[in-house]
């Protein structure tokens, strides 16, 4: 009984110090045809994880692009309607000229799709307080129209910002 117990110490010990290129035979060559064959399931298991998450990161990395897009139009909106007041508070002249005022707030929307009605840039509200100083406001309207239609975000945005400012002279 020893002596079996003995040859099968030695056959094991063999295996587990065989050479890397050499070949096994019996048990352990079934172990590794069945390690592989998990190999390949695995492989194919996170192909189809990537099957189905991949559309999904796709939308999202869509939808953050488009809201950074958006932010940028919020920004160019502030700034356009902040150079638009800043132009008609020089003077109470250019506070009457309405089309001074929209060349200044397209001017600042240079890289954004503006047409004749896109910014809207309302007739210019000139106010006065107790103390006799005069105030604009300038106000622009921009609908913001996304590259890609997504199905949880609606096909326009509206970017609105008023600027108030005193008159100089």
Do not use: C
């Amino acid at each position: 009984m020893t002596a079996i117990l003995d040859i099968a110490q030695r056959t094991s010990k063999a295996r587990h110090h065989a050479a890397p290129g050499r070949a096994l035979t019996g048990r352990a060559l079934t172990g590794r045809a069945l390690r592989r064959r998990g190999t390949t399931r695995r492989r194919a298991a996170t192909v189809v994880e990537l099957a189905l998450v991949a559309p999904l990161l796709l939308i999202l990395l869509l939808g953050v692009i488009e809201a950074g897009r958006y932010v940028r139009a919020l920004v160019a909106v502030a700034n356009a309607a902040r150079n638009g007041a800043s132009y008609a508070s020089a003077t109470t002249a250019a506070s009457a000229d309405a089309v001074s005022i929209r060349r200044a707030v397209l001017d600042e929307m240079a890289g954004f799709d503006v047409s004749a009605d896109n910014p809207n840039v309302p007739p210019v509200v000139v106010q006065s307080d107790a103390r006799g100083y005069s105030y604009v406001t300038v106000t622009v309207d921009y609908r913001f129209a996304p590259l890609i239609r997504l199905p949880f975000m609606p096909a326009q945005w509206q970017a609105l910002r008023s600027v108030r400012m005193r008159v100089l002279s």
